[in-house]
């Protein structure tokens, strides 16, 4: 199956060339490259009833001609008749077609009957000898994803070339299950699923690869979570007059969603089976200290905390809200801070602290993961915005300390029910479905670049009452493939002329961090009114004073991110309002819409899912992993019944290592889910 499409018949430097734009550069790649729809031609007509539409017909042809007409147009025309009647053939700009075509031979002809020219003729068919396999015609016709010179009728003859192979190919599941759950042998789906002798024989087809895309998925989790369980953590006894000292330091009551989830993680990590939780909270529900929480018990017990932040800007504001909570009980200088970015002797001085324990909170971007830190009494770690760190990053922070440590992560995008229970099946989940009180959720409106003058006023007399805004940007410079504006762009255009009697400024990326640091105090000290920038702001800065954003490009993001950004402003006791510029005048889509008819983020994830996949919601789908291809991950029905065969797989004590290609599957999906 690795051999090379080259090495089949027909498949010379151009097409091979072609067939790699689309991907395709093995005979296994071939097979598993599905059709992108179907039309279906199987209905054989006599011609004496053919009616207008897609047609196909078994007939014999005579008389085809062809001639070139005006402007170069070529036409070829023929007559094709079955016992019951004659049609016209006519095809566009096909010379080879007269040539093509034999005499007294039986043809099937799939196309479009339709009137021409005054009279009833079927245009632009294909035509193939008739037999018992036909590939383009008289049957339900798979139709392929197609490039510039490459169509689906080559696609479809070198697929059917393969057939041998494919009933070659393994069954894949067990017995138990292909019988449990009525799934059609594997080789027949894929045989099926390119060449359907009915629509039934589809849906089954369909069926079966859609099972075992969801079971291999919540085999993986499950695998995973029985792993966990067996693997040795620390246990970290709970000390309730602890926790109630911190609580009743805060300048604030926690939330009972709060108080939960801290009371979830304690007793996870009373045990010594590794905490395996995921934390997800809207933007602005306090998931902060509700980490701080956990921290407080394990360095309480003797052991370190690991508290990773996705840039540096937000790993320096934990450390300061971690120390100011940590104040009161006189652990403030137990937190240190470890940035790449930092100087030499800075660092050094950090590593130092944490190899002698000194340090027990230690808050960082990935540089945490450098090789230079020693963290052997490491106890906990905590991953906010977890989805932002690759797997690998995980995979090395947790093999530091020797032992397995207990691991909370924490995000404001909500796991769809459907993707808790696949792709992220081992992970226990804490809900903050409450904000602290007071909040109100920004305005959102969606504004044509058309009214952006009006918008310009207004936005100017809120800046002019002593509030600030954001407006963010998809894209730092101006680029060739987008239309979107750029910040530079954007900033060039405010600073100059719109806001040009106010303090404007940019930032992105691509500053260095101590750039990027300085303006974002002297944004939170409130010398700057209006900062553009690029999504770099998108988690946790905290500038309560922040009450208007302005996102330029709005198609270009997704939900979830969009709901974060806007959970940025009105963050203090002002209204926040939320401004989504669409790139043209377009009236914008129902996602779009979305973002100004609910604040709930799990309606807004559930919804991206729906209509971009689960890449949108975690930019899985850029490492290629988590390809569905036929599985549709909202399908409740799938999912419980690929989990009860999950299940059972386990329970019946079942080896991976019998069913080679699920052990293959099972690894690889654990790229994308393990955290341990
Ligand atoms: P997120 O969940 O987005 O990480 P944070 O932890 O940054 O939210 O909290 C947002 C703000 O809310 C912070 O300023 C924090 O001090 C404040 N906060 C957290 N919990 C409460 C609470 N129970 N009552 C009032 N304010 C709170
Ligand atoms: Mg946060």
Not at 424 to 432: A, C, N
Not at 454 to 480: H, N, W
Request: glycine share 6%; proline share 4%; net charge positive.
């Amino acid at each position: 199956m690795d051999q090379k499409v080259s090495s089949l018949k027909g498949v010379g430097d151009n097409v091979a060339s072609k067939l790699q734009i689309l991907g395709i550069e093995t005979k296994d790649d071939l097979i598993w490259n599905f059709p992108r729809k179907y039309e279906d031609y199987s209905e054989v007509t006599p011609i004496n009833r053919l009616k207008p539409g897609q047609v196909t017909v078994k007939v014999k042809i005579k008389q085809a001609t062809g001639r070139y007409v005006r402007r170069g147009m070529h036409i070829t025309e023929a007559v094709a008749s079955d016992e019951t009647d004659s049609v016209r053939l006519i095809w566009f700009n096909q010379p080879y077609r007269a040539k093509a075509i034999k005499n007294n031979q039986e043809y099937f002809i799939s196309g479009n009957y339709e009137l021409s020219r005054g009279r009833f003729s079927i245009m632009n068919p294909s035509a193939e000898l008739a037999s018992n396999f036909p590939v383009n015609t008289a049957r339900i016709i798979p139709i392929y994803k197609e490039t510039k010179g490459l169509k689906s009728f080559t696609i479809r003859k070198l697929i059917a070339g393969l057939q041998d192979d494919i009933k070659q190919i393994d069954e894949g599941l067990p017995k138990f299950i292909t019988k449990e759950q009525k799934l059609i042998p594997r080789f027949k789906a894929l045989l099926n699923i390119h060449f359907p002798p009915s629509a039934e024989a589809l849906d089954e087809a369909k069926k079966r690869l859609a099972f075992e895309e969801v079971f291999t998925l919540v085999l993986t989790s499950l695998i995973n979570k029985q792993e966990n369980i067996r693997a040795k953590s620390i246990k970290i006894p709970f000390k309730e007059n602890l926790a109630k000292e911190f609580v009743g330091k805060l300048p604030y009551k926690l939330t009972d969603a709060q108080r939960k989830a801290a009371w979830q993680i304690y007793k996870d990590i009373e045990k010594d089976i590794p905490a395996n939780r995921l934390v997800q909270g809207d933007v602005g529900s306090g998931k902060t200290v509700v980490a701080a929480m956990a921290a407080l018990m394990v360095m309480e017990a003797g052991y370190q905390t690991a508290f990773m932040a996705p840039t540096e800007i937000l790993a320096r504001q934990h450390a300061k809200s971690l120390s100011e909570m940590l104040k009161p009980l006189g652990m403030a200088d137990k937190v240190v801070l470890l940035l790449g970015s930092m100087k030499p002797a800075q660092k050094k001085n950090a590593h130092a602290s944490i190899k002698s324990g000194q340090a027990s909170l230690i808050i960082g971007t990935h540089a945490l993961i450098s090789e230079k830190v020693d963290m052997h009494k490491l106890g906990l770690v905590i991953i906010d915005e977890q989805h932002r760190f690759g797997v690998e990053q995980r995979k090395q922070l947790l093999k530091k300390a020797g032992h397995v440590p207990h691991l909370v992560s924490m995000t404001a995008t909500p796991i769809p029910r459907s993707l808790a229970l696949t792709v992220y099946g081992e992970l226990d989940v804490s809900v903050i479905d409450e904000m602290p009180p007071g909040r109100k959720p920004a305005i959102t409106k969606i504004v044509s670049p058309n009214s952006k003058k009006q918008l310009y006023e207004k936005i100017d007399k809120e800046i002019a009452t002593g509030r600030q805004m954001f407006v963010v940007c998809p894209l730092i410079s101006e680029s060739d493939k987008f239309d979107y504006l750029s910040a530079e762009e954007v900033y060039k255009e405010l600073s100059k002329k719109v806001f040009k009697h106010r303090k404007v400024s940019l930032i992105h990326g691509k500053l260095k961090t101590d750039q990027k640091e300085k303006i974002m105090s002297d944004f939170a000290a409130g010398k700057i009114d209006v900062l553009v920038s690029t999504t770099v702001i998108e988690v946790g800065v905290d500038v309560p004073n922040a009450t208007v954003m302005l996102i330029e490009g709005v198609e270009r993001f997704g939900l979830a991110q969009i709901h974060q950004l806007r959970g940025r402003i009105g963050r203090g006791q002002h209204q926040g309002y939320c401004y989504l510029m669409t790139g043209d005048s377009k009236a914008p889509g129902k996602r779009i819409r979305a973002l100004e008819q609910t604040n709930d983020g799990f309606k807004l994830a559930e919804l991206d899912l729906e209509l971009r996949g689960p890449g949108a919601i975690y930019g899985i789908s850029q490492h290629g992993e988590l390809d569905l291809r036929l599985a549709n991950i909202s399908d409740t029905k799938l999912i419980a019944s690929a989990r009860t065969s999950a299940q059972e797989f386990l329970d019946k004590g079942e080896k991976l290592s019998n069913y080679s290609w699920l052990e293959k599957e099972v690894a690889k999906n654990r790229l994308i889910t393990t955290l341990n």
